[in-house]
Nanobody
Framework: QLQLVESGGGLVQPGEALRLSCVASGFTLDYYAIGWFRQAPGEERVGVACISSSDGNTKYEDSVKGRFTISRDNAKNTVYLQMNSLKPEDTAVYYC???????????????WGEGTLVTVSS
């Protein structure tokens, strides 16, 4: 079965950190661009970060620049999202997605995960 599985979400206080993982099963992530998205209650899903397969180029949504870092470990078939200095407005379900074209996180993706909930609250 080809799928992406996210993990690492949880409840943290403002200012704390979390690391999310996105693991692929049934296929290798090496050649895929991987994106992290989030959806807060009552809002649309938005892109947070993207990492390409070809050159490892990364892009971030403005509100997370300097706080979030996307990285990949192809040996573990995993992409990470390190989230530091978390804020209450970061509360959302976080999803990862994969694009076989490898160069960007735009257009219809090939795979989506089921999401992991991140709650930032004091």
């Amino acid at each position: 079965q080809l799928q992406l599985v996210e993990s690492g979400g949880g409840l943290v206080q403002p200012g704390e950190a979390l690391r999310l993982s996105c693991v692929a099963s049934g296929f290798t992530l090496d050649y895929y661009a991987i994106g992290w998205f989030r959806q807060a209650p009552g809002e649309e899903r938005v892109g947070v970060a993207c990492i390409s397969s070809s050159d490892g180029n990364t892009k971030y949504e403005d509100s997370v620049k300097g706080r979030f870092t996307i990285s990949r470990d192809n040996a573990k078939n995993t992409v990470y999202l390190q989230m530091n200095s978390l804020k209450p407005e970061d509360t959302a379900v976080y999803y990862c997605a994969a694009w076989v074209q490898g160069s960007s996180c735009r257009g219809p993706s090939d795979y989506w995960g089921e999401g992991t909930l991140v709650t930032v609250s004091s």
